[in-house]
């Protein structure tokens, strides 16, 4: 069994840090109303779905499952999940990131300098939530990345929202590729996380 690691946390960082996005281009017609529609829903306080995503490195094929919930502007919840065992859950608010790995047993809090320097790619939390969303004008362009929304959806009169998410690096060092379900809005949704205390600090960087 494959176990998804602190190496998939960061492939999942740098997922969250997507560069240069494009729509799917839509040959049939009948979907041209619903990708004329803005490919973002506004006016909600909650939105949350889960989904499935393979992730493709260099060790192969790993499947994982997950849901995410994101109260706007507040926080964005993240539970990943592979054979149907919770590998890990991450909470983001503006000013800190919690995660919690419970294979390895390991967890990191604090905020969002270390991951930044780490990865060097200015993450925040704005940007995390604009990433889930879909929200495009609010995300880094990188030349390396390509970051993918399609089979947008129609969520009402003025708005769509993406089914799929595909993720990859130039260099093909990496691919993820993620299909939604269960998408809700204004629906309240679990965002708690909480530390065991058996349960050793990660530290991304080595102490100085």
Same mark, same amino acid.
């Given at each position: 069994?494959?176990?998804?690691?602190?190496?998939?946390?960061?492939? @999942?960082? #740098?997922?969250? +840090? %997507?560069? *240069?996005?494009?729509?799917?281009?839509?040959?049939?017609?009948?979907?041209? $109303?619903?990708?004329?529609?803005?490919?973002?829903?506004?006016?909600?306080?909650?939105?949350?779905?889960?989904?499935?995503?393979?992730?493709?490195?260099?060790?192969?094929?790993?499947?994982?499952?997950?849901?995410?919930?994101?109260?706007?502007?507040?926080? @964005?919840? #993240?539970?990943? +999940? %592979?054979? *149907?065992?919770?590998?890990?859950?991450?909470?983001?608010?503006?000013?800190? $990131?919690?995660?919690?790995?419970?294979?390895?047993?390991?967890?990191?809090?604090?905020?969002?300098?270390?991951?930044?320097?780490?990865?060097?790619?200015?993450?925040?939390?704005?940007?995390?939530?604009?990433?889930?969303?879909?929200?495009?004008?609010?995300?880094?362009?990188?030349?390396?990345?390509?970051?993918?929304?399609?089979?947008?959806?129609?969520?009402?009169?003025?708005?769509?929202?993406?089914?799929?998410?595909?993720?990859?690096?130039?260099?093909?060092?990496?691919?993820?590729?993620?299909?939604?379900?269960?998408?809700?809005?204004?629906?309240?949704?679990?965002?708690?996380?909480?530390?065991?205390?058996?349960?050793?600090?990660?530290?991304?960087?080595?102490?100085?």
């Amino acid at each position: 069994m494959k176990h998804i690691t602190i190496s998939t946390f960061l492939l @999942l960082l #740098l997922f969250l +840090q %997507a560069g *240069s996005l494009s729509a799917q281009e839509v040959s049939d017609s009948s979907r041209v $109303v619903i990708d004329t529609l803005p490919p973002l829903a506004t006016g909600y306080d909650w939105i949350s779905y889960r989904g499935k995503a393979d992730l493709v490195d260099t060790g192969g094929t790993r499947t994982c499952n997950f849901f995410m919930v994101n109260r706007k502007d507040s926080i @964005l919840y #993240l539970n990943v +999940q %592979a054979y *149907s065992v919770e590998v890990m859950r991450i909470v983001f608010t503006p000013d800190s $990131v919690t995660y919690v790995n419970k294979l390895t047993y390991q967890y990191y809090k604090g905020g969002y300098a270390q991951l930044r320097l780490l990865t060097g790619l200015p993450i925040s939390f704005q940007m995390i939530q604009a990433l889930f969303n879909g929200d495009t004008d609010k995300l880094p362009q990188r030349q390396k990345l390509v970051f993918e929304y399609r089979d947008f959806e129609r969520v009402d009169s003025t708005s769509s929202f993406f089914r799929e998410i595909h993720f990859k690096d130039l260099d093909h060092l990496f691919e993820i590729h993620a299909r939604l379900k269960s998408l809700k809005f204004n629906v309240p949704g679990p965002t708690s996380i909480r530390i065991p205390e058996r349960f050793q600090e990660l530290n991304f960087l080595p102490k100085q």
